[in-house]
């Protein structure tokens, strides 16, 4: 594990994950010039390990085309971390795209050798939180997640909101919340129009510098909102 890795666990200790934000990012700047000569390089890269979610939210493609629940090949996933190895990969890794990954019944063991074959990269998992339970975080802790950041999501019971909050409470320095009826939100590519505050894109958009997605076919996608996989400039293999 990386001195900057150890150091960053230290610091977990006493300060919540989204407090050090603005360093890590910091950071990854100066690591992205130092090793690429780019400091807008990509911090993370985001593996689809499925193509499945179970919720239907109004401002995703998913409430309007569903995907079948369908996951990596273990052979592709393998080659993505091996791809990655070959850049010495030290941002962050998701395993998201449009899905659930607490869905994934391996995701501990996807996670488990992100962290052996890229000891100084930063795992960690997005999700709506509607499997979010003191176990399996606790499982993916073990694994080598370093983060876990829930999105409130509509039509929550009483329950999410009590399950959820008593992990915010014991576990600050690991776990975060954002509730998405105070964000706004693109129309995906034209992919979704009800109840959707827009976002105003026409200064551009930063996310391709921010994070690099890679589709369970292996794919290299241009755009986070490309739903369809449609626009691809590469592939692992």
């Excluded at 409430?63 to 070959?86: H, N, Y």
Aim: glycine fraction near 6%.
């Amino acid at each position: 594990m990386s001195i900057a890795l150890h150091g960053y666990y230290w610091l977990r200790r006493f300060f919540p994950a989204h407090q050090l934000t603005p360093l890590v990012q910091a950071y990854r700047r100066v690591s992205n010039v130092w090793k690429y000569g780019d400091r807008w390089f990509p911090n993370c890269i985001a593996i689809e390990i499925s193509a499945h979610c179970n919720r239907r939210c109004t401002y995703c493609p998913q409430s309007v085309a569903p995907t079948p629940r369908q996951f990596i090949a273990d052979d592709t996933f393998f080659k993505i971390v091996e791809r990655m190895q070959e850049m010495d990969w030290t941002g962050g890794v998701e395993f998201n795209f449009y899905n659930e990954p607490l869905l994934v019944k391996d995701l501990e063991e996807y996670v488990a050798h992100v962290r052996n074959k890229l000891p100084r990269a930063y795992p960690r998992v997005s999700t709506n939180g509607d499997l979010l339970t003191e176990e399996r975080f606790l499982k993916l802790r073990a694994a080598g997640i370093t983060y876990v950041h829930v999105s409130r999501h509509q039509n929550i019971k009483p329950e999410w909101d009590e399950r959820i909050n008593a992990l915010l409470k014991k576990y600050p320095q690991y776990i975060s919340m954002v509730d998405m009826k105070d964000k706004a939100f693109s129309n995906r590519g034209g992919l979704v129009s009800d109840g959707v505050t827009y976002q105003d894109l026409s200064g551009g958009c930063t996310l391709p510098s921010g994070s690099l997605v890679i589709s369970l076919e292996g794919n290299y996608l241009y755009c986070c909102c490309d739903f369809k996989k449609e626009n691809v400039m590469g592939n692992v293999w």
